[in-house]
């Protein structure tokens, strides 16, 4: 579905994607993970053709730099939270939609209530919730109903409820056949959905991997957010993933999946490297699909 | 939401995961970004005012003129025309720049231009799209203005010189087409809507204000011959209107000095053609360039 040949992207002096290449089969799915800055968002970006990039990319082989408007049709995009203009009813969004991706207005009908949005055609997107404003991207990006779905972060702005609906939304349209690739901060997301995960670190594939060999063990995971003083976030973050950690830092503290019974070892590991942790917070449970707890 | 997987995410031919729909043909997409333009414009608080202020002025420039000659049926239309030409000049570029202006940048800050670019459609549908719906918002805005005006003048005066005042109507679309493209040009250019806005006003007191006395001054400085003065007052799209307008109200241009006589003279019948290809080439090249930068642009 997908074959990404030596992504490069530029901002200036600053290299956001270097050399990222992989394939992707029909019906795969794909996490992208990495820390902020990683390169996930930009990735993405290039691989919808809506930068320019020097490498190639093309999707069901449509090269997505010489026709990226009909390498598009193939795709459904989801954004971290949906851009549109806050004045636009939620129904006005769906027929512009409708009409990019030349879909039937009973079929943005039938989107809209297969996400749960039916009668709420009359409100204004500024009215909705950020679940709703998500669930309303899914259902744009649905529309001409594209065999490759593209997430960047779809949970990041959503309660744990919001989480799980999306969530299993996701995984319905992989059972359906769907392709999916989607950027994720959340190690239970990319348990649950992905098939295959590719770390990303500066811009560079550090791992081409699977959930379960990047949290290697059998019993359930557990995110741990950990607190410590901001100028040392870096360090700290570094020092784990060199201890074989999976980190992720969101601006609110510093979160490592770990083994429910091997909480307390990331602080080990930082104490050796003499980084305080003033605060220690346990987030949500996580399941390895597979295994029970 | 449980319901997706078994409607909506199922292909029409009944196969999971194919895609049964290409995309938009080039003209299908920039007619639906135009249709969602023009319809967000009319709806816009920018669109309600310019129109109300522009129609309320031209009826206000209406009744100036008809008082000048005691509404007792002559000449309504051409006066009134010549009186409208002036405030055309100030309040249509103001108009249309700052529409432009806020066509490519705004969408850009408020981050829904990655959005949309992440759909089936190119950049140039895009952009040709925004244009022709704020082009289409600007001639609907007009035509209201004018249209007022020239129900009022038919009341008072009959068809009197409507010819002048269609001619103005004519020239006065071409005219914010002409700074619509400059304005989206701007709006290409530029990061931040605010930024964009500020250049849009720039330029508008450039062309208004400041390139009239810009020229006088050069003519003076320079000794610039006639030919040359003519050639640089027509650069500014304008004087370029201005011109046309008074040419096509069967006037001489002698009202505009050496430069006018010699316009004529030299130009003779070619001349309302020569001003009305510079209006044009005003509306055809900021857009043509403003195309091709937002396409070659190295991000959304």
């Given amino acids: 579905m997908i074959t990404a040949t030596n992504i490069t992207k530029k901002f200036g002096r600053v290299t956001a994607v270097s050399g990222v290449s992989f394939e992707l089969a029909d019906g795969a799915s794909l996490a992208l993970w990495g820390s902020n800055g990683a390169g996930k968002t930009t990735l993405i970006r290039c691989l919808l053709g809506v930068c320019r990039f020097k490498g190639r990319a093309s999707i069901g082989g449509v090269d997505v730099r010489r026709r990226g408007r009909h390498a598009r049709a193939l795709v459904g995009y989801v954004p971290q939270e949906l851009a549109f203009h806050d004045d636009v009813r939620l129904a006005s969004a769906m027929a512009f939609f409708a009409g990019l991706r030349r879909a039937s207005p009973a079929r943005a009908a039938q989107s809209l209530a297969a996400v749960g949005l039916t009668g709420h055609e009359r409100k204004r997107v500024r009215d909705l919730s950020g679940g709703m404003k998500q669930r309303l991207a899914l259902a744009i990006a649905l529309l001409s109903d594209p065999p490759l779905i593209v997430l960047d972060e779809p949970t990041s702005n959503l309660d744990a409820a919001g989480r799980g609906e999306v969530v299993h939304t996701l995984r319905a349209l992989k059972q359906a056949g769907k392709t999916l690739i989607f950027a994720s901060h959340r190690p239970d997301e990319v348990i649950a959905l992905a098939d295959r995960v590719l770390v990303l670190e500066r811009g560079r594939i550090e791992r081409d991997t699977t959930p379960a060999e990047l949290w290697p063990t059998e019993k359930p995971v557990q995110v741990v957010r950990l607190h410590l003083a901001l100028a040392r976030e870096e360090d700290a973050a570094d020092a784990l993933r060199r201890a074989g950690h999976a980190v992720h830092l969101n601006g609110e503290g510093l979160c490592v999946a770990v083994a429910r019974d091997r909480k307390a070892e990331p602080i080990s590991t930082l104490a050796r490297h003499r980084i305080e942790v003033r605060d220690i917070e346990v987030l949500d449970d996580v399941q390895i699909p597979g295994v029970t707890s | ?300």
């Avoid at chain 2, 040009?185 to 849009?200: K, N």
């Fill in chain 2, 1 to 300: 939401m449980t319901t997706l997987a078994s409607s909506a995410i199922t292909a029409s031919d009944g196969s999971p995961g194919r895609a049964t729909t290409p995309s938009r043909s080039f003209v299908g997409g920039i007619a639906a970004f135009a249709r969602r333009e023009f319809r967000d414009a009319i709806a816009s608080r920018w669109f309600l005012l310019y129109t109300v202020a522009f129609t309320v002025l031209a009826v206000g420039v209406s009744f100036l003129s008809l008082s000048g000659v005691g509404s007792h049926g002559f000449a309504g239309f051409g006066r009134t025309a010549a009186g409208l030409l002036n405030l055309v000049m100030l309040v249509v570029p103001l108009m249309a720049l700052t529409a432009g202006a806020g066509a490519i940048a705004g969408e850009r800050e408020r981050g829904t231009l990655i959005y949309l670019l992440a759909q089936p459609v190119s950049r140039t549908q895009l952009i040709l799209g925004k244009y022709a719906g704020l082009a289409a918002a600007l001639v609907c805005s007009l035509c209201i203005g004018f249209g007022v005006s020239a129900a009022v003048l038919a009341w008072r005066t009959g068809g009197v010189g409507i010819t002048a005042f269609a001619m103005l109507v004519a020239f006065t679309a071409m005219l914010a087409l002409a700074m619509l493209s400059v304005g989206v040009l701007i709006s290409v250019v530029s990061r931040r809507s605010a930024v964009a806005t500020g250049i849009a006003l720039f330029v508008w007191l450039t062309l208004v204000f400041v390139s009239d006395l810009g020229l006088m001054a050069s003519s003076i400085l320079f000794r610039l011959r006639v030919q040359e003065i003519f050639g640089l007052a027509i650069v500014n799209p304008m004087q370029s209107f201005k011109m046309a307008v008074i040419v096509n109200m069967n006037a001489s241009l002698d009202v505009l000095g050496p430069v006018g006589a010699y316009a004529s003279f030299t130009l003779g019948r070619a001349l309302p053609w020569v001003l009305a290809a510079t209006v044009a080439a005003w509306a055809v090249l900021p857009l043509l360039l403003a195309t091709v930068l937002f396409a070659r642009r190295n991000s959304p």
